[in-house]
């Protein structure tokens, strides 16, 4: 997918708040948590965009823990975890997973082949889920059912992603089928969540590296809409552009009269014009 940097959401361009002012109005359904750094950036917390349970620092130090990174397909601000103490308190969100449908997704950057966590619930021994890596491969695990595959720690930018679909669990590496489907239909019960950590009757699990866009579902995707959040990460974030709408020619013979959205002062105005055939 080809696209500009120039039309990229950012705060001085502007960005979708909602499913009826973004250009993928279809990929922002089941949307209950996304926490972009380049977007979410807030001193020690990082803002969610589509629901109301920001991320709050825990042991990291706002001076230091925001980083700019780049690829072709990402570009902006990741936060960097030191893998022992570093990660962000999420809470309570207004979505129980229970039996359901759900994807999990994370871009991340690492170079530690250990067993580490992107996203997980938080805290909970039994009912849970983490996306992440084991032993330097993607991974995905609900209720102790862990499937994993391909290599994470090349120190390059990597999407990871786990789903849940009609009791069949599976994880993606940079949009590659790369572990399931394997049966996995327990339930989640928990509605608090980590960026960054783990515990369970193991032990604490912290990541080591950069995390960058992080995002939670209550839908599984299609192929299309997977490959659409792969290629274009902030794409559901990005605005509709208006279409110039012309109407027929009222201002006398051989004339055509055109209207064109035009954004000003907080609001979409038109702007009339006309040309002579």
Do not use: C
């Not at 794409?235 to 009269?257: D, H, I, K, N, Q």
């Amino acid at each position: 997918m080809a696209r500009s940097r120039k039309t990229d959401p950012s705060f001085a361009r502007g960005f979708a708040r909602s499913k009826g002012k973004s250009a993928y109005p279809d990929i922002w359904a089941g949307r209950e948590g996304d926490w972009v750094p380049t977007l979410g950036k807030q001193g020690s917390r990082l803002v969610n965009l589509t629901k109301n349970k920001n991320a709050v620092f825990v042991n990291l130090d706002p001076a230091t823990a925001w980083t700019i990174v780049k690829n072709r397909l990402i570009e902006g601000y990741f936060i960097e975890y030191n893998g022992t103490t570093h990660y962000l308190s999420i809470g309570d969100i207004d979505f129980t997973i229970g039996t359901g449908d759900f994807t999990v997704a994370g871009w991340m950057i690492t170079t530690n082949s250990n067993t580490d966590i992107i996203l997980a619930t938080d805290g909970v021994i039994g009912n849970n889920f983490w996306l992440g890596k084991l032993s330097g491969a993607a991974a995905f695990s609900i209720n102790g059912t862990t499937i994993s595959g391909g290599s994470v720690t090349d120190g390059k930018i990597h999407q990871v992603r786990g789903e849940r679909k009609a009791g069949d669990i599976r994880v993606y590496l940079d949009n590659v089928l790369v572990g399931g489907p394997t049966t996995e239909s327990g339930t989640v019960t928990t509605k608090s969540y980590a960026i960054g950590k783990f515990g369970n009757a193991s032990g604490t699990f912290h990541w080591p590296g950069k995390i960058g866009p992080v995002s939670i579902r209550s839908k599984a995707l299609t192929a299309s809409e997977r490959t659409l959040e792969y290629l274009d990460p902030l794409g559901f974030l990005r605005l509709a552009e208006p279409s110039p709408l012309f109407v027929p020619a009222v201002a006398g013979a051989g004339t055509e009269l055109f209207e064109i959205p035009h954004y000003m002062r907080g609001g979409f105005n038109p702007m009339h014009g006309g040309f002579s055939a």
